[in-house]
């Protein structure tokens, strides 16, 4: 019976040993850390050192967002809008930078003629005896024939150089007249926000991105070459000879119907009336609705909220001479990242006699970086507002499949107004005041 017991004994000695001996290769075998992921065969445990792949050298988004502008641009006082307001009128000044030194005063031109010459080779010919050399920047093809009968020298170098639209620059010190293609200038903006903004986004509309705008002395400079120069100084002739500039206030929507079915925009004329709704302008994509003052955004809102969800995806203002062209950039004024982002609303539009009334004669395009939406011409009466609807949210989907509902849409609202520029002496003091049939009237004189 005891030598059961000690066999019984150390068995179970040589099991606890047992047990032990591999329960400290188990402890030895188990990692260092209790949590560890491995991600693209990288380890990252609770003391790893987060690890980027390295980014191209591209300004971050939020730089490239930053602008002065937005503030002015993408707020709306829907409560204090005035759809016709009266502005005096201001001198704008273009001047050319970087033109160097002054010529020789002392240097007359008489009796010089060119022809079928090169700019360089007619300064060249006409700076014959002299100290001055003249030097292309960049080979100038244009060719000019003239004759200068009298006249000083900085004269006829700024003639000649214009007719080959080139410009130049003289550097006394070494004496070389320096010619070129393109040219700098800065432009001295006036005192009132509305005609600073409708002068940069004529500018806009013109395709004229680089602009060094400062807002602290109301100044902006730019580059370009001679057509540059011509757009810029005929957009300034209008701002300063014309009687009014056109505005528009815009709100941007996206929709989410609450059912698998479309937003029913015939229940826009029982709920506001047929005489509320003017005119409806049919798009390739969409369609334009002219509607009454009754139907504005927050009357436009509670109709389409009866349906669906709405979400506010961009809001904003632009102005334009009469006449000119300018852009509105959805994503510009953004509230976030979305699809609609890439979308640019364009307009063109006049304030006028219109078969022998009053009209805003306008185009709206809806555009994005692939090619034109939709366009819609659209004459309207002041104090009418636009209503584009029945662009599918799907137009900006680039995936081939998304979880928005087919039957999203863009809204976009569009509330236009007439800016009267009267002379700058003139009393505008309680011009702004004017509503209704007195300010239609102020407009008629």
Same mark, same amino acid.
């Given at each position: ?159 000649? #150089? ?106 826009? %004329? ?41 979400? %506010? ?84 989907? #680039? ?18 107004? +007439?800016?009267?520029? +009267? ?23």
């Amino acid at each position: 019976m005891k030598f059961f017991k000690n066999i019984f004994l150390g068995t179970l000695c040589f099991s606890v040993l047992a047990g032990c001996s591999l329960l400290g290769k188990k402890k030895a075998e188990q990692p260092l850390f209790d949590n560890v992921t491995v991600v693209e065969e990288t380890v990252i445990d609770s003391r790893s050192v987060p690890i980027f792949p390295k980014k191209a050298a591209l300004t971050t988004d939020t730089a490239r967002r930053f602008s002065i502008e937005l503030p002015m641009r993408c707020e709306v006082d829907w409560n204090n809008q005035s759809v016709v307001s009266v502005v005096p009128s201001e001198k704008i000044e273009m001047v050319r930078l970087g033109v160097g030194d002054p010529l020789p005063g002392d240097l007359k031109v008489s009796d010089y003629e060119f022809k079928d010459l090169t700019v360089k080779r007619a300064l060249d010919k006409l700076l014959e005896g002299t100290d001055i050399a003249v030097v292309e920047n960049e080979a100038l093809y244009e060719k000019i024939t003239g004759t200068i009968s009298a006249g000083a020298l900085e004269d006829a170098v700024e003639l000649m #150089t214009k007719m080959g639209r080139a410009y130049y620059s003289y550097d006394a010190h070494n004496g070389e007249l320096r010619l070129t293609h393109r040219g700098k200038w800065l432009i001295k903006m006036p005192q009132n926000q509305t005609i600073i903004m409708a002068l940069l986004d004529a500018m806009h509309g013109a395709d004229m991105r680089n602009l060094l705008v400062d807002w602290a002395d109301k100044t902006v400079v730019f580059e370009g070459n001679y057509q540059t120069e011509r757009e810029v100084a005929k957009i300034i002739a209008d701002i300063s000879g014309k009687k009014y500039m056109l505005a528009w206030d815009i709100d941007v929507y996206r929709v989410y119907p609450r059912t698998d079915n479309p937003i029913v925009w015939m229940n826009l %004329l029982p709920a506001f009336g047929d005489k509320n709704v003017k005119m409806s302008i049919p798009g390739v994509v969409g369609r334009a609705l002219v509607v009454g003052p009754e139907i504005n955004t927050k009357t436009l809102q509670e109709f389409m909220a009866q349906q669906a969800n709405v979400v %506010l995806v961009s809001q904003g203002t632009f102005a334009i001479p009469n006449g000119w062209q300018s852009r509105f950039d959805i994503g510009q004024c953004g509230r976030e990242e979305r699809l609609e982002t890439d979308l640019i609303v364009g307009a063109t539009g006049t304030y006028g006699d219109y078969a022998g009334r009053k009209k805003i004669d306008a185009k709206i395009v809806l555009r994005t970086s692939q090619g034109e939406l939709s366009s819609f011409n659209i004459p309207s009466s002041v104090g009418d507002n636009y209503v584009i609807v029945g662009i599918p949210t799907h137009s900006f989907v #680039t995936t081939p499949e998304t979880l928005i509902s087919p039957f999203a849409e863009l809204v976009v609202f569009m509330s236009p107004r +007439v800016v009267s520029v +009267v002379d700058g002496m003139a009393d505008v003091s309680g011009a702004n005041e004017l509503i209704g049939d007195a300010l239609r009237d102020f407009l008629n004189e």
